[in-house]
């Protein structure tokens, strides 16, 4: 059974940081390509960044997030984090963690099979 849990969200003050993590279960992580989305009250879900398979080697990240936040994976934890830094009041939403064995555009929420369940930044002072 594949598997998807979110953690690490919280409340933040801007400027500051937080790591959310995406621990995978039922599946080798390793061989997917996992993405983080979020939604904002109101908004569409979007593509924040992407860690592909090990056997692609890409990291993808949106522009509003590129130089802020960064993708990384712990192969043998089988979890994927997202290291948020210079977060922003824009910033606050609920992130997602999806996979996906090979997506074709990592930023679109359409290409992903599997998701987690969500996990809240709110970054307010």
């Known amino acids: 059974q594949v598997q998807l849990v979110e953690s690490g969200g919280g409340l933040v003050q801007p400027g500051g940081s937080l790591r959310l993590s995406c621990a995978a279960s039922?599946?080798?992580?390793?061989?997917?390509?996992i993405g983080w989305f979020r939604q904002a009250p109101g908004k569409e879900r979007e593509g924040v960044s992407c860690?592909?398979?090990?056997?692609?080697?890409?990291?993808w990240y949106a522009g509003s997030v590129r130089g802020r936040f960064s993708v990384s994976r712990d192969k043998a934890k089988n979890t994927v984090y997202l290291q948020m830094n210079s977060l922003k009041p824009e910033d606050t939403a609920v992130y997602y963690c999806?996979?996906?064995?090979?997506?074709?555009?990592?930023?679109?929420?359409?290409?992903?099979?599997?998701w987690g369940q969500g996990t809240q930044v709110t970054v307010s002072s």
């Open positions: 999806a996979a996906d064995p090979d997506p074709e555009e990592y930023g679109s929420k359409w290409e992903y099979e599997y």
């Open positions: 860690i592909s398979s090990s056997s692609v080697g890409i990291n």
């Open positions: 039922g599946f080798t992580s390793n061989d997917y390509a």
